[in-house]
């Protein structure tokens, strides 16, 4: 069983910026592909970054140029770097890991440990 535990979420102006981490009680946690998602109010949960066990990336195009996705497998750490954010950001954001594909998959079914999610606020 893998745990998952995000910080970092809080509420920001437009246009500026957080960092999500996500940590991984995970032994071999170098060897899963990780991903973040958002699930807004009313709204389905949706794909924004992930990063496969070699270091493929993968992003949302609304989120491309503003996001960065990164892991420190030292650390068993998975990082979201958000900046420029937008109101249209504001969301639950979820860390997810997936032993059973090791590349950067933005299929929430393809993910089998999800964290408790942290929220972002973007104000306008």
């Known amino acids: 069983q893998v745990q998952l535990v995000e910080s970092g979420g809080g509420l920001v102006q437009a246009g500026g910026s957080l960092r999500l981490s996500c940590a991984a009680s995970a032994r071999t946690f170098s060897r899963y592909a990780m991903g973040w998602f958002r699930q807004a109010p009313g709204k389905e949960r949706e794909s924004v970054a992930a990063?496969?066990?070699?270091?493929?990336?993968t992003y949302a195009d609304s989120v491309k140029g503003r996001f960065t996705i990164s892991r420190d497998n030292a650390k068993n750490t998975v990082y979201l770097q958000m900046n420029s954010l937008k109101p249209e950001d504001t969301a639950v954001y979820y860390c997810?890991?997936?032993?059973?594909?090791?590349?950067?998959?933005?299929?929430?079914?393809?993910?089998?440990?999800w964290g408790q999610g942290t929220q972002v606020t973007v104000s306008s």
């Open positions: 990063i496969s066990w070699s270091g493929g990336l």
């Open positions: 997810a890991a997936s032993s059973r594909f090791t590349y950067a998959s933005r299929w929430s079914y393809e993910y089998d440990y």
